[in-house]
């Protein structure tokens, strides 16, 4: 009897995952799209020329591109794909990170996200807006006060200090992956029930007898003390979350040219001074510490929540896997864009800095 060619497929990837494990699951892999067709709706002016535009799908959904950093003396041909590499480590590895995937708008080649929120119920708000709410000076001195304390206090006066636990995933992953600019605008909160949100900021910011009455009312109602301030409270509880992880770029060795990338892949010694050089923008009170000495800061304050990440990653990294998402990861690159496939030199060092930035961390 002729087998379908449906069955021959099942049958093909049952056995590459479980004969030659070489089946990566296609969330991990990322798509190709083109995009040129879309509807461009908006461009995003940036220093520099790297372009970044907002596109509408046929589904009308909206996603955002961007491509390569390209300036005077800074050509980071490859950082779109630290993007996308970024984002599939963090898959592989139970992140909340946003899926970039690889696009074309006709002659442009970069990476494109799916817009984080629902905007019929969900809001989206960066850090540095909670930050300036709690410390109004931080608006003059951003770049270098934007703190793991100033994070925590920001989040625990709006009732979100759930949060936090995210706050110390994202500074994990941004050591697995080196990324040294998670500013105070590259993470944020997500606020869902939109309108209920409007309605608890309306009565926010009604006048004080008018507080007064609706406090009143509730408690009488409700025959307990019930007040504005307690509802706004628990809906923050239920409702305000961290973003997923987006905006991840600025990582795996993306400034690095060829050379470096050689002398680091041939001198380990040299490869290991680059890894601990690096500092990610979050600092500890005023000092800026690199990314591991970072976390093991942060354990002695947190070490359930520490423990906790770094034990997942024990369970969940393999290195075959990386090895086998790295060096597929531009197999379906369309011809037309071949110079932007990455080079194996380029491949091995992202392996590399990556299994090693993973095993310091599971040693700490």
Known sequence: MKKSPFFNNCFSVIYDYFCKKKYIPCKIMPKIIDISKWNKELHVHTTGTRNKFIVISPKDEKFYFKSSLKKK??????????????????????FDVISYNVAYFENEIGCISKSIIDEKDEEHHEGYRYIVEKYPDFKTN??????????AEALKSI?????IKGIIKMIIFDAIIGNTDRHSENWAIVITGKEIYQILKDMHSVSF????????????KFRRRITIARIQKRYRRGYYKLSPLYDNGSSL?????????NEYLNNQEK???????????????????????????????YPNEVNSAINEIKQRYNKNKL????????????????????????????????DLRINSIIEL
Not at 142 to 151: A, E, P
Request: proline share 3%.
């Open 271 to 301: 490869l290991i001074h680059f890894i601990n050089k690096g500092k990610p923008d979050i600092r500890w009170n005023d000092k800026h510490l690199n990314h591991l000495e970072l976390i093991r800061t942060i354990r002695l304050d």
């Open 209 to 220: 007898w008018n507080k007064l009455i609706y406090n009143i009312h509730l408690t009488y």
């Open 73 to 94: 003396n800074k050509d980071y041909k490859y950082e779109f794909w630290s993007e996308v590499i970024a984002s599939k480590v963090g898959y592989m590895l139970n």
């Open 142 to 151: 951003f770049k270098k006060t934007h703190s793991f304390q100033k994070i």
């Open 253 to 261: 060795g993306r400034e690095l040219d060829e050379s470096r990338i």
């Open 323 to 354: 090895i086998e998402i790295i060096d597929n990861i531009d197999k379906r690159i369309p011809p037309k864009f071949v110079e932007y496939t990455i080079p194996q030199n380029r491949k091995q060092f992202i392996i590399k800095y990556i």
């Open 159 to 163: 009732d979100s200090e759930h949060c």
